[in-house]
């Protein structure tokens, strides 16, 4: 997972557990936890096809950009669901599209023996035998 609960609290306090409180106004966190897997497992969805998983290192971004979709993840009652929970994630999917594409970089060094995507161009001898070499035989 590329957060945890901790992080949830640390970027947007404790009031953003609010949703996944149970009825003794306790964090349910098998709720929350699974809501950081979800998130994670959309965001390895973006990034798997440009960086090699699991990742070394977590960028503090894309730790944050986790938090943000498991909030809206966990926040899907329209009592809770509120207009900056639900910008927050649009922006979310917007910055991994971003990502996907390559017009932004999550600023990871290249592990060792990966290269940049370059064509491949293939070159080979001229046509020994044609049709025409081979008329008559």
């Given amino acids: 997972m590329y957060a945890s609960i901790s992080d949830i609290i640390t970027a947007h306090g ?52 986790c938090v943000d979709i498991a909030i809206y993840n966990f926040s899907q009652t329209p009592d ?12 979310a999917i917007k910055w991994l599209d971003k990502v996907a594409k390559g017009h932004v970089s999550l600023g990871l060094s290249k592990a060792p023996g990966q290269k940049s995507a370059k064509a491949v161009v293939v070159t080979s001898p001229p046509r020994q035998f044609t049709r025409r070499k081979m008329r008559g035989l």
């Fill in 14 to 65: 404790e009031a953003a557990l609010l949703a996944a409180m149970d009825d003794n106004a306790v964090v349910d966190e098998p709720k929350v936890s699974a809501a950081l897997e979800k998130a994670s497992a959309e965001i390895d969805s973006y990034i798997a096809d440009r960086y090699p998983l699991p990742l070394a290192e977590i960028p503090v971004r894309l730790r944050d950009i």
């Fill in 80 to 91: 809770v669901l509120t207009a900056e929970i639900q910008k927050r994630y649009d922006d």
